[in-house]
Structure formats: C-alpha cells, structure tokens
C-alpha cells in the first residue's frame, strides 16, 4: 500500500464514490481534464468520464443550485469550490435551501449534497486564497461541516460525508495537502461525523483544534511532553457542525484545562462556540479560564503577513501555559 | 473586411385569443380540442375563487400574508396542463394554477401561507418543489434537477416560473447559462405581469423584452401572450417536446399582468394608477376563454352557474381541511433538520418539548 | 414633539442624513415611491428626489456591489435589503470588499456604507422573513454590526452608521418596528457605536440581549424585581461587533452572573462569543456558569411555531434562576 | 397577428489591422496619428518584458503566484489608452496595460504578486480600484462608481475588464442590468481570451458572441478583434463618448487569446493543444503593430533595439525598487482594518505585535 498525501486521500475516496455509487456525480470549475487547481480530481474525469465529472461554468451560486437540485432529484453531487474564499456566493443556496428543503417538505426531499473547498493560509497564495470560514457555515442549521486533517480521515470523513443524507460543507486545508504521507487504505470505510479524534491522550490540559491548525497543536503537545513533561491531550474536531461535545467533556473533565486553537478570526468564530458550551457544562471541573488561540479580526492579510496572522506554536504553547498556571 | 456582423436575433410574440374571444392568425391543435378547452377554464375558474377565498380568510385573520394569482391564471394553468405527471415543477410563490393541475392541494396551499411547513408535503405530489420565496434561487433547482435527468437519460423536463423582477437576478442568469451549457430539458418562464411589488418593468430592466433574456444563454426566447391560455399552453408544449427530444432548454416570456397586490401585505394603489388596472382587467384571461365557448357554443350560464357552485364547494371543502390541520407538534422542527436527530440537537429538542406550546 | 416607533424613528434617521448631507443616497427594492415594504422610506422619495432615493432592480448582490462603489467614489450609500432572510447574495460582496477594501489599500479607498436590513421573527410573516443571521457579519473583519432595540437607539444609531467611515451592516427588529412608541427628538445627534447600552442597573445578575429579545430580557428584569426582589443589569448590546466587552465585564464583575439571549440559533451564534470572552476574562468573577438563551439548532420554522422556536420570557426567567442558584 | 416579431438584435464585428500588419476597411483616426500608434506600442513591449520577467521572478521564488497578460497586450493598452485620466478603472487581475498606462508602477503591480497590501496603494493614481480576484465582483463596483459619476453630475466613466469566464457569473449580468436600468456611464470590456483556466469558451456558454449578452441588459453589444489596438481603441473610446455624452453604457467583446498558462501555477499543456497556441501565436497583437509601423516607415530596428533596452532598464529598475519593499509593519494588518482602531483590537495588536515576526 502506498503512502499518499491529503490531497491524494481526497481523490481516492472521490474515486471509489464514483465507483461505489452511480449517483455520485462531481462538478465544479477545472475539475475534469484539469483534474481541478490543486488535482484533488487527476485522472477521474478520464476514468468515469465526463457524464460523471463535469467541469461547470465560472459560477458559485449556480454550482450549489445546480448539486441542490440534482440532490433532490435522487443524484449524490460531490461540488467543488475552487477555494474557500469564493464560496461565499453559494451561502444563499446553502442556507436557505439546501439546509432547510428537508424540514421544508417534513422528509420529502432532501439534499444529500457535499460541497467541497480548500479552505486556510500558510501557501503563499495570492488574495482570497487562504481564508477560514468554516464558522459560517457552522451556524446554518440543516447542514454538517466537516474538516479533516489527515489523509486517513480525509479519506473516511470525505466518504462519510458523501453517504450522508444531508448536505455537507468539506473543508480541506490547503497547507495539509501535500505536507506529509500516510498509508490510507482504499476499503470504502466512511468515519463518523458524529465524533471528534482524540489524536494524542493526555491529562494535563485538553487541545481541541481542527484541520491545518492540527498541525501546529501537535507540535505544541510533543514540545510540552519533551520539555516540559505535560501531557496535553490533543482532539481533532473533525466534523465542526453538528459538535461531538462529549468527548471534550470527558477530556476536560480529567485536564480540567481547554485551549481552542484555530486559524479563522476569533470574533465569532467557532472557538467561542466550544469555549461557551465548554464553560457552561463544565464550569466546575475548570482549573482556568478557557482559551482560544484564533487568528486575530482582521482581513486574512497578503502572504507576506500571512503567518504573522496564524496562530503561531509559540502562541498555543504560551496558551497552554497559561492555563496550566492560570 | 473590417465590420461585419457576426451574429443575429429575433424575438417573436404569439397570440391567439383575443379579449374579445375571437382566434386570430393560425391557432394551435387544442383550439378543436373542445374537452380540453372546458378542462382548461374550469381549472382557472377554480382557481380565482380559491385565490378570492385566500384573501377573504387573511383578511379575517385565517391565513398569514398571501399572495394572489389574480390574473395570471392563464400562464399557470397552461403550464400545468402542458407538463407531464413525470415532469417537476419549480415554482416562484403564486403559480396555484400549475400546482392544482398537477395534484397540489388547495388545503397544501393554504398550509403554507397558514405558516405550516406540512404545507409543502404536497401527498399527491412527491416530486414537484415546494414554493421558492428567495427569488430566483428555483431556477437553479430546476437547471439541476435538469442535469440530472439528462444524465440519467430520462425524458423528463424541469419547468419553472419566475417573475419580471426574478430575472433581475444572477441566479435566473446563471440557470438559463447551465441549461444552455449543458443543453438541458429545461423550460423557463417568465410570468411578466409588468410590476415587481411597486417597481415597474421600466424600472427592472433596460430590454424591450424580457425574452431576449435567453440570447445571452444562447438559449431561444420567444414571447407569448399570457393571458391566451392557447397560446401558452401551445409555447410551453413546443419548448417540453423539444426538451424531451433533447434539444434543450427554452424561455417563454408570458405576458400578464398583476391585477391584484403583490400581496396582502401590500397595496398597489401606492404606486400604480386605477386606469392601468382597469385597462388590464380588460385583458384578464379567464373572460376571454369564457367568451371563445360561449361562442362555440361550448358554455352557457348553467354551466357557468354549476361550475361556480362546484369550485366553491371544492374550496369550502378545502378551507375545512386547512382549518382542522391545527398545530404542528413543536418537535417538527427538530425531527425533519437531519434524517437523524444529532445528539446536540437531542437535548435542545427535549428542552423545547418540556416548554410546552408557545404563547405568541 | 409626537412620540415615534422604531421604523418611523428609522424614518427620521434616513430623512435627517439625507438632509444634512449631500453625500448620502438611499437605494434598495421598493423603497422609492413605495416607501418601503415596512415603510421605513415613506415620503422620502417625494422629500429629496428620485437622485437620493433609488429603486433598485431585484438583485441583492447588485445592491451590495453597486453601494461599495458608490461609497469608494465618495458617497454615503444606505442601501435596504427588505428582510434578512435575502441578504446573504451581499455576503460575497460585504465579506470580499466592503469589509477589505481600506486594509487592502493601505487606507487608499475606504466603503462608508451602511446596509441595512430588517431582522427576526415573531410577526407571523411568511417563509425566510423572520431570520436573525447577525453572526453571520460579526464574524467578517472590518464591517460593523448594529442592532436597535427602541425608537431612540434606531434614530441615533442608524445616524451615527451613516457618519461611519466603515462599512456598517444594521438590522432592525421587526417585531420592534411598531411594538411601542418613543418621543425621539430629531436633533442630528448619532450615539456611540463603541459602547453597549446599560437600560437597567442591577447587582445581582447581568442579562446581555441585542434587538427585539431586550423585550423579553427587560420584561424578565421586571418580573425579577417585582415578584423575586432579584435585580438584574440589562445590557443592551448596541454595536454586535466589534463588541465593548468593558461595560460587560464591569457588570458581570459585580454580579458574577450572566445569562446571555439572543434569538438566532445557538451554534456559533454571538452568544457564544460574548460567552467565551466573559469566561476567558472574568472566569474567575463567575459565581454560575454564564447561560444563553437562543433559538435552537434548526431552521426558523414557519410561523405557526416560531414562538416555540424564540427565546421566551419563561425561558429566559429559567436561565436567571439557574445562575442564581447554581 | 398571431405571431410577429418584436424585437430584433445584431452583433457586429471590427477589425482592422491584420495579422499581417495591414490596415483593412476604414481604419479610426488614430491609424494617422503616428505618435500615439508609436506610444501605444511602446507600451505594449514595455509590458510584454515586465510580464516575462515576472514570471523568471515566481520561477526563481522571488515572487508568488503570478498572473501573465500574453497575448492581451493590444486590448490592455487600449483601454488605457483611450481612457480619461478621471475615469476609474476596475480591473479583475492581468491588465497591466492598462494600469502602466494609468499611471500604476510596476513595483506596485509586483508587491501585489509578492502578497504585500502596498502593492495595491496605487500611489499616483489614486482612485483606480486594485486587482478584484473574485471574479466578476469588480463589474458591480464600476457600475456603482458610474452611478456616483452619474447622481453627482461628472462627466466621468468607469471602465471595467471581465474574462470570458467572468461572463458566466450572476454578478457580471446584475452590473449590465444595472447600466442598462440607470443609463450609466460604464464601459464593460470582456476580454475574451478563450480559456477559464482550463474551461474552454465552448462549456463556459452556448452563446455564438459574448457581445450578444449586452443584450439581455438592453445595452448595446460589439465584437472587435481583440488583437488589434486599433479595433479596441476606436471602440473603447467611442464608447467612452457615448458614455460621457449622457448615452449610456456598452459592452465590448475584445477577442484576443491567452498565450500564457493561467497563472505561474497553471500548466495549459494539460487541457490544450500545441497546436492551437501556435496558432494563435500568429495571431498575437505586438508582432502585427510593429509590421504596420515598419512597413509605414515609423519603426527601425535601432527604435526597437533601444526600446528593448529602455524598457529592461525601467523593469530592472522596478524589480529592484520592489525588492526593497522588505516585509509590511505587522501593526499593518490591524491599522487599516477601521478607520480608527476599536478598542477590542487594540490588545489583539498589542499581543501581535509582542510576537515579533513569524517565520513562515
Ligand atoms: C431574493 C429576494 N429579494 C427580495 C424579495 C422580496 N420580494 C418578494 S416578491 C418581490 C417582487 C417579485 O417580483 P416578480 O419577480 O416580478 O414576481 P411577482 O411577484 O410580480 O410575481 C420581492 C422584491 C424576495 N422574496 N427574495
Ligand atoms: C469567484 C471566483 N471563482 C473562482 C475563481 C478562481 N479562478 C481564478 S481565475 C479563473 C478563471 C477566469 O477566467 P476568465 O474570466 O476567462 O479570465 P482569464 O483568467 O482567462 O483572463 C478562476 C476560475 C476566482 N478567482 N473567483
Ligand atoms: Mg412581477
Ligand atoms: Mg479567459
């Protein structure tokens, strides 16, 4: 079994969708002979040709219409968005629509659609290419967002999300795409949406994060273990709406200490939403104010400051401190 | 050369029955098809005095806002009429006369602007969207719904309505782009009853014709005269049969008009004159019909009496059915967001179920 | 001087900045001779001309784009979406432009522009009419948001969002539009955008509302000190973003108890961010864990429920008890 | 009549100057205007180095992703060229013709490719809006800066650049709509260069023309060859007048071809032939202009040698004015995201600030 990066992980689960299910169906902007602007789609409009991977129009809007209806119409679109920054026109479809057809009708029709971005900074990409916006999408009822950060769980959450009967939103951080290599086993086993990972145990303090900020989070734990003997348990949030709030309260419950990292402004960002529910199911078990490392409220700066912008492991280790000495 | 012309255009404009009743020029097969043509009226018959119902239940507290289909009842039934039961329909919001051909309920309606989504459950009808009050978003739905038809190879036809102001969006563009792309078994109507709420056509758009709308899909658009129910019953048949044949999409531009409110939340005396209305009322489709049977020979004042008399039983009996739908369970609201309920959602459920109902 | 309601205070607002300043131009559906579907425009069209009183074709997006513009060229555009639920085909243009353009030119070009957009439920209106997506902005960097809750606020805030410099997204609560009156003079005089609103000194709790949930929050505060001799602060939060937690933290320091009620959904609504930051900064001030109270994870539902659907005094008195006997 | 026609459209095509370097039909005035035919052409050499040496500064990692302009050299500098110096433009992100020629400075066109804000601070032209990566986002911008233009009274004309691609997206459509509803002074320029990245024009739409879709927006619409500086600059400015004179807005197809990959990151040679960028090749805009001014006698091989030279000499010296623009303040990233900072993001600056530079 070869080793394959994140980006690889997402093509092979969209192949074996394709494979597995002939009503999945890809669309999206440069997705078939181009195999799509980071290739997360090489190869598969040659291999399930192009009445199952259709390269659409320049149009977002019309790319979620477009999966909204065929969703309905008994067809599983897999669309992508060719980076999170221009996915905002497709939020009217996808709230008013595609979160609600289902309450809508009491079950008549449904949208069981995924809606595919790369998603975060960290590449020297140029303007509207590195943004977080997963918490917009996290407060639209109807709809699960899900984030991987792995290529095992790109794998498995990606084929989850596509047999699910509700509409997805499919973060994928740019920055994890090719930054390392695991083996993926290409089985069709989808993950659960309905539970975080717990990456790393720990008792010290709980680190919850999610997609490209894992990274820097497990960095922060491995340093603490190595220098400063904290165990710090590290959870992967993995699917970011609905939350799975039980395994961080049963993780806090033990540290007593949370630190939130992620990389989308702070300011209504779903580190608050985690910090609330957090603070308000577990008060009483905190040995320390919760905190959120986050990128700051501002615009996603041009690449230059980019990383003056993420959440740095200097940030998450002085986070982590704090609240292992409050 | 150094100027040539490249590319040319033509949009035409068809109509048939006259506000008199009379058939001018060479009218379609179903103007000798007499059973069709009685089916036809009583349909929009029935649904004037469901709409005239609708407004006297708001008017009384019974129903929330509503929005009249007064005048358009030709376009809508016409479209109806023209679908087969294996087609889906992608309604805006008043296109009553589409959804009762095609086995909506008249107590479904009144459901849905009763503030109850079991409104859109339409029992006899699966398939067919329910209302789309973000304008423009439906025809997206239908472009896809499209799409997915071709590539399954059906032979089915997406059909949707959007208002004069709807093509003001980019999401009406966007569709008939798709359906142009794709060549897709859609049909596009523009019901152009000439108001958008309180802006006029003038005011939505610098075209002389809401069907040359199509040109920059490269999609063919033709007008039709949307108060002659012939007329778009013969446009709309065209553009199903050749999207079925797979010769793509079409954009029928009907051309009505609003004779009542937008809805009842409104009122048009803001912003339009008598005299416009009056002039339109003489256009209205439902007369025009009426005349064209009488003349044949077709309709007389017993049918005519026996008819009202049956289509108010028909809503009476259907006031009755909305009225005893009573409230949702609160649980509803939780049970149908997910296929299953999330274990998040899962306590807030349970926490608004020890609420009991609302005051409010 | 006659005593106004919020809309006409709206009204006031509208006709005192076209008056005093050229640069002002009001656009949006149906708000010329029409006035408005709330009537929020009446007269306005007739006063100062169909030049500073547009009509707009049916386009949201358009609206949004057509404002930056117009504001980019030195103009102060108020533009009118005619309910929340159709503002999200501007998101694309608020989020990518108005709200980047300054930091983007290093202060270059600047979008004093102000959108404006009725908000919530609870006056029986038909599908998509009622929705509160106030989270939705607070989350975007350079863009304001601002929500009134009372005849007077409307008037001085709506004024001091057109004499902002930034982009200001403004919701105004339906349900308020004509609930009560107030005497507002109409003296040009815009309130602070930096600094939420105490209506009521308390000492033994804080409450935190934002738009039409501050009649429930106030009557709760009544009913507390009428039948409980319980005193609680009401914070009206004025300015949703950027928030002034000051004011807050002043207040939950000397309660140390806070509830929190808002009527969008909950996850990863504002709540969870004013939340957050509380626990973050006063954790150890808190004597209970801090509550909201929110409308739930789910779709708005159709008026026959949406009463089950927003926060309830019941609920928000449930809330109190709680914080106060933890 | 039952069926007339009510609407008829036409596009035209202009071209002038062929690939061969002669003049066709009637030329504009400016083909006996030798000094701005030399200055245009200046301009387009000057751009065409800038471009190839941006791309050696992205293939050496000096720079980011970067956008080439091959092949678009006539229509860029065209626009330019025919503007007014108080017109705005709003470009999407490849028309440095224009830009050089409006005054933007190389360096500042690098920093933005170099991901540095002050790229885009445009320091003697003040009022041109910087790159818009969203696509089709910009047109909207320009028709409300023509509606400024317009409601203020000034005879002044927003000029905006759209890609084929852009065509397809809502945004494009509701800003013709609006041009045509408002009668504003907006000239929207498509560049058609036949590629979307990979997409090739014939999935972006199935219309003949991109002019054509001026028409569903009332507005009218022409093709000129894209490659022909003549063709672009008649019609640009003849559209500036119209616009300026109070007569509206207009749509003009350029049709050139995107000799380059999409971007630096891009690579064509996996969805195009060999074949048809050679072709294409022959078609290119510099070539045909320095064959016409040659064959007039206006240019030498010692004009081009020391044009060459002049225009390396001025890219050397931007790229080095650009390499000195060393890393933004960090405090940048908060100081310009209001007006005046609030206090919430004074102690995210403050903390920022304390973290001293990241790597990265
Ligand atoms: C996206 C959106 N914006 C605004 C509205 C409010 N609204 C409801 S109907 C309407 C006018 C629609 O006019 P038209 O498309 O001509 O259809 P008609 O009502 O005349 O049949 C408006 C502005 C809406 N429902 N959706
Ligand atoms: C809204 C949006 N969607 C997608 C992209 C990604 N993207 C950048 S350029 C491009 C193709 C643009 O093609 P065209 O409009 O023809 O312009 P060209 O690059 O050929 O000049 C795409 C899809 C984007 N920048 N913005
Ligand atoms: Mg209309
Ligand atoms: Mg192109």
Redesign the pocket.
């Known amino acids: 079994m070869a080793k394959v990066t994140l980006v690889e992980a997402v093509n092979l689960a969209l192949a074996r969708a394709l494979a597995d299910d002939p009503r999945v169906v890809l669309l999206g902007e440069d997705i078939g002979v181009n195999g799509g602007v980071f290739r997360a789609t090489a190869g598969l409009q040659e291999r399930f040709g192009p009445a199952r991977v259709l390269d659409t129009p320049l149009a977002e809007s019309m790319i979620a219409g477009l999966a909204i209806g065929m969703a309905a119409m008994g067809m599983r679109p897999v669309a992508e968005i060719q980076f999170s920054g221009f996915i905002y026109p497709t939020i009217d479809q996808m709230i008013n629509h595609a979160g609600r057809l289902r309450t809508r009708t009491r079950g008549r029709l449904s949208v069981p659609m995924v809606l595919r971005a790369p998603s975060g900074a960290g590449i020297h990409a140029p303007e509207h290419h590195s943004e977080s916006n997963e918490s917009l999408f996290a407060h639209m009822p109807g709809i699960r967002v899900v984030m991987p950060s792995s290529p095992t769980r790109a794998y498995g959450l990606l084929l989850a999300a596509i047999q699910d009967p509700d509409p997805v939103v499919f973060f994928e951080p740019t920055r994890l795409y090719r930054l390392n290599k695991q083996e993926v086993p290409d089985n069709g086993q989808p993950l659960p949406l309905d539970t975080c990972f717990v990456l790393r145990e720990g008792g010290d303090l709980t680190l919850v994060s999610w997609g490209a900020m894992l990274h820097e989070t497990l960095e922060t734990a491995r340093w603490l273990a190595e220098n400063e003997q904290v165990s710090a348990e590290v959870i992967d949030l993995g699917t970011l709406s609905p939350i799975d709030y039980e395994t961080i309260l049963e993780s806090v419950g033990r540290t007593g200490r949370l630190v939130i990292v992620h990389e989308a402004p702070r300011t209504a960002g779903l580190g608050a939403e985690i910090a609330a529910e957090i603070a308000e199911r577990a008060l009483y078990e905190l040995e320390a104010p919760i905190i959120r490392v986050t990128g700051y409220d501002v615009v996603t700066p041009f690449f230059k400051l980019e990383h003056d912008f993420m959440p740095s492991i200097d940030r998450i280790r002085r986070a982590a401190h704090q609240v292992l000495e409050p | 050369m150094s100027v040539t012309t490249t590319a040319r255009f033509e949009i035409k404009y068809r109509s048939y029955l006259t506000p008199e009743g009379r058939l001018t020029g060479t009218p379609p097969a179903i103007a000798s098809d007499p059973d069709l043509l009685k089916r036809l009226y009583r349909m929009m018959v029935l649904v004037r005095i469901f709409d005239s119902k609708a407004i006297a239940l708001q008017r009384t507290g019974q129903l929330g806002t509503y929005a009249s289909c007064l005048g358009h009842e030709a376009t809508h039934v016409a479209i109806g009429a023209a679908m087969a039961p294996e087609d889906v329909f992608f309604p805006m919001y008043r296109e009553y006369g589409t959804q009762l051909w095609r086995g909506v309920h008249m107590e479904e309606i009144l459901a849905f602007w009763g503030g109850d989504e079991r409104g859109t459950t339409f029992r006899d009808q699966p398939l067919d969207f329910p209302w789309a009050v973000p304008i423009a978003t439906q025809t997206l739905h239908a472009a896809g719904a499209a799409l997915a038809f071709k590539l399954r190879g059906e032979k089915r036809v997406a059909v949707t309505v959007i ?4 093509t003001s969006q980019g999401d009406f563009y966007e569709s008939l782009n798709a359906a142009g792309v794709y060549q897709l078994p859609a049909v596009f109507v523009i ?6 709420i309180s802006v006029p056509l003038k005011a939505q758009t610098a075209c002389e014709t809401l069907a040359q709308k199509a040109i920059a899909a490269g999609l063919p658009g033709l007008q039709v005269d949307g108060n002659d129910v012939l007329a778009v019953h013969e446009a709309v048949s065209e553009a199903l049969e050749k999207a079925r044949g797979g010769g793509g999409a079409s954009v029928i531009e009907a051309l009505t008009y ?1 004779l009542s409110d937008h809805t009842t939340a409104d009122d048009a005396r803001r912003y339009r004159s008598a005299t416009e209305v009056e002039d339109a009322q003489k256009k209205e489709p439902i007369g025009r019909l009426r005349r064209l049977l009488v003349a044949r020979q077709l309709w007389s004042d017993q049918d005519e009496e026996a008819l009202v008399q049956d289509c108010q039983r028909q809503v009476d009996v259907a006031v009755q059915s909305y009225q005893a739908y009573g409230r949702p369970a609160c649980s509803d609201m939780f049970d149908y967001t997910f296929a299953e309920l999330p274990e998040s959602l899962r306590a807030q459920r349970e926490a608004a179920l020890a609420e009991g109902p609302a005051r409010g």
Chains 1, 3 share one sequence.
């Not at chain 2, 208002?163 to 709807?166: A, E, L, P």
């Open positions: 208002g004069d102001g709807g019901a152009n009853n000439q108001w958008a609003r």
